[in-house]
């Protein structure tokens, strides 16, 4: 998946491209102001995509050696992340002089996809995977706060913002109808662990576990098995061509999802024991199918119903300074995703003007779904046409011990009415 959907931003950049002319250098300033009476409208893909266990270990087409398992093991923490987070939109913003008898009054409307994938994994169960149990004979390896979620669905969001009379500050307020497409996961809790005992011929699971699965028969893309609503709120203040600061809390809501919905929970031990085991995942066979056996307990022991998510909520504040009669520009991310695996993400960038049309500049961050890595940015302006291509995460595709992969593109056409 996430493969194509690289492919599909490479022809998105290539088409646009072919369809700019940058031979003009008559742009607007970059700086931070507000334009009433203006038309904003695009499109825009958030892609984030990293992982405690590198990329190479996930895409290495079933082949995985020894030393990029015993690599991964001596980086990981106790307890580590990983996921990948998408985030798709169509959006048409109008900046008003005069709406509704309102003055500096502008209306939002967008449609988002949103598409959640994430994990958290204690060291213990890494090794669990990749060696097997026999590490562990006579102790327990540890499963507490391990879990997973996937959640995919539609947002139909529409927002009203006023900026005061001074045009410095910009309020903002946006609400959402949510459609649920689809939710699965599970999470353990404490205690939760696997005992192996001293001979290797009995092995106890504590399991202190939950698991939900939206409604199965509806797997395909455009269905919908939940919904819900959510508000986002937005704050901005601008020092005209200075600086500027952007406050928003984003996704505060729930999806509803249908009586359909699976659910287990259990705090249960389970005692296997009578055959030497040294690796819980290749079971002798035909003793047992180690991944069929835990599907059918699942599916044996779940009860329907309908069932309430909280969706994850995003807090973030950016600062963005101008230097040099805005030739360069100075900016600062805090991002911290709330009811989420993904760590507070910290971001520095940097751009430079190198001619009105063409901007270039590096990235660097650090948090998320891995620690640190580096990238870079870059932004084409064109009669209006504006299209910003940047790269989180390139020394994910340098070195092993950087495990992230991610980009944000957005293409825009703003209409200044005269």
């Known amino acids: 998946m996430l493969n194509m959907s690289f492919r599909l931003i490479n022809i998105l950049i290539l088409v646009l491209l072919l369809l700019l002319n940058f031979n003009s250098i008559a742009q607007k300033s970059d700086a931070p102001t507000i334009t009433l009476d203006s038309l904003e409208m695009g499109f825009e893909v958030d892609l984030q995509s990293a992982s405690a266990v590198n990329n190479a270990l996930l895409n290495a087409s079933g082949f995985i050696d020894q030393d990029l398992k015993d690599e991964n093991l001596a980086r990981l923490g106790n307890t580590n992340q990983g996921g990948t987070f998408v985030n798709t939109k169509l959006f048409y913003k109008s900046n008003r002089g005069n709406l509704w008898g309102v003055k500096r009054l502008s209306y939002y409307f967008a449609l988002e996809w949103k598409s959640l994938n994430e994990y958290q994994f204690t060291k213990d169960l ?11 004979e006579g102790e327990a390896a540890y499963l507490t706060h391990s879990g997973m979620m996937r959640v995919d669905y539609f947002q139909i969001k529409t927002g009203l913002h006023r900026s005061t009379k001074n045009l410095r500050h910009v309020f903002g307020l946006n609400l959402a109808l949510n459609l649920g497409n689809k939710l699965s996961g599970f999470r353990f809790y404490d205690p939760s662990y696997l005992f192996t005992n001293p001979t290797g011929t009995a092995v106890v699971l504590q399991s202190n576990v939950d698991y939900f699965e939206s409604d199965t ?23 005209k061509e200075s600086y500027s600061l952007l406050v928003s809390i984003e996704n505060i809501g729930f999806i509803k999802w249908n009586k359909n919905t699976l659910r287990l929970s259990e705090d249960k031990k389970h005692v296997f024991q009578g055959i030497e085991v040294d690796n819980i995942f290749q079971m002798p066979s035909p003793l047992v199918n180690s991944e069929d056996t835990l599907k059918d307990y699942i599916y044996a022991n779940t009860t329907q119903g309908a069932n309430y998510l909280i969706t994850p909520i995003d807090v973030k504040m950016q600062f963005e300074q101008y230097f040099f009669h805005q030739r360069i520009k100075m900016g600062m991310l805090t991002h911290f995703r709330l009811l989420s695996y993904m760590l507070p993400i910290f971001q520095m960038d940097a751009s430079y003007k190198v001619s009105d049309n063409f901007q270039l500049g590096p990235v660097l961050s650090y948090g998320g779904y891995t620690a640190f890595n580096a990238g870079l940015k870059m932004q084409f302006d064109y009669k209006g046409f504006q299209l910003k291509l940047e790269s989180r995460y390139l020394t994910g595709f340098a070195k092993h011990t950087f495990s992230g992969m991610g980009g944000f593109i957005t293409f825009t056409y703003k209409i200044y009415k005269k």
């Open 126 to 136: 890494y090794q669990l995977v990749f060696y097997g149990n026999n590490a562990f």
């Open 217 to 239: 028969a509806k797997s395909e893309w455009y269905n919908v098995s939940g919904v819900g609503a959510s508000i986002d709120f937005n704050y901005k203040f601008i020092e």
